[in-house]
């Protein structure tokens, strides 16, 4: 089975747009038509993004290391009157993305313009994500749709509590802190300038940081692991993008189709010298989607379980977040 097959047994159908979407879509259609401003859209939830359902992405084909370099991705918004393409989110420039320091600065810029109300210490931040890993630890994507899971967790702004679905329930236990932070009330403590942020992740890093590749490898992964598990403060997102932005060799890759034929831009950087860790955004918005990990060429590694062994192509790891918010309440959904 291929990456496509894989992905498309991974992933439902999206469903079909309910009556109350199209019905907003139509005046929202019209309004622009008239030149009125459309009637702002309901909030889920304070502070949480905007859901992302449905969002399935697939590998097309094998990642050869020429995908590594850098590409020019087009996106955009259209044209505006003059023939020029037009932005999707306003002040930030449309047109080509060029190479991952200039994504990662429209990501920033999309950050900043993001409303958002802090949760209250009692509240929870929810995030549910989708992902497909192998059969062991480490491994190669497995081929059986089983090992997709849907995770959804529910953690304490305050840090004080986690909470989790497991067989069906809703399980809840004392949070532990862990590097790097995932409650709200530490993530908002971080500071929001990109160069004292990355100061702070170089110096919690211990011996992984003993080598300038440790540095910079063990660097990307902290701060993509902030995405992905959090829903962040806009100020404090924008500056993540930003770090990233200072740490060498993270590279531009071509868009990944999904299965309606939707484009995501993703950036990387090679771990390990086989394994291209990589960072999905929405190519129109630059918002956040989530992580996948791809071999580049073949790797072989021993352990205290055995040897585990790599192909070039295999895909190690997909993470996709479909939806975050706040909720008053861990089983609550935003």
Known sequence: MNDIDALREAWDEPAAPSSAARTGARAALMDRTA???????????????????????????????????????LQSGGVDEHGRPA??????????????????????????TRAFTAPR???????????????????PLSDDPADTRTNKSW??????????????RLERSPMIAGSPPSDYASLAKLPTDPDALLTWVYADMGGLGETAEGRYATAYT??????????????????????IKQIPDVTLVEGRLDMSGRQAIALGRITEGYLHEEILFDPKTYGYLGERAVAIREHSTR?????LAFRKGDLMR???QVKTGIVDDAGQLP
């Open 35 to 73: 030149g009125r401003a459309p009637a702002a859209a309901p909030r889920h939830a304070p502070g949480g993004r905007l859901p992302r359902l449905g969002i399935r992405l697939a590998a097309v084909g094998a990642l050869a290391t020429a995908a590594v370099v850098g590409v020019t991705v």
């Open 87 to 112: 932005p999707v989110v306003p002040g930030i420039p449309a047109g080509p993305v060029a190479n991952a320091s200039e994504l990662l600065e429209r990501a920033a810029m999309s950050a900043e």
């Open 121 to 139: 210490p009692d509240q929870w931040v929810y995030v549910e994500s989708r992902s497909r890993r192998g059969d062991t630890p480490n491994g």
């Open 155 to 168: 953690t304490r702004a305050d840090g004080k509590m986690i909470a989790y679905m497991e067989n069906g």
């Open 222 to 243: 902290t701060l993509s692991t902030i995405l992905r598990d959090n829903v962040l403060p806009p100020k404090l997102e924008a500056a993540v993008f930003r770090a």
């Open 303 to 307: 352990g205290e379980d055995g040897t």
């Open 318 to 320: 997909l993470t996709v």
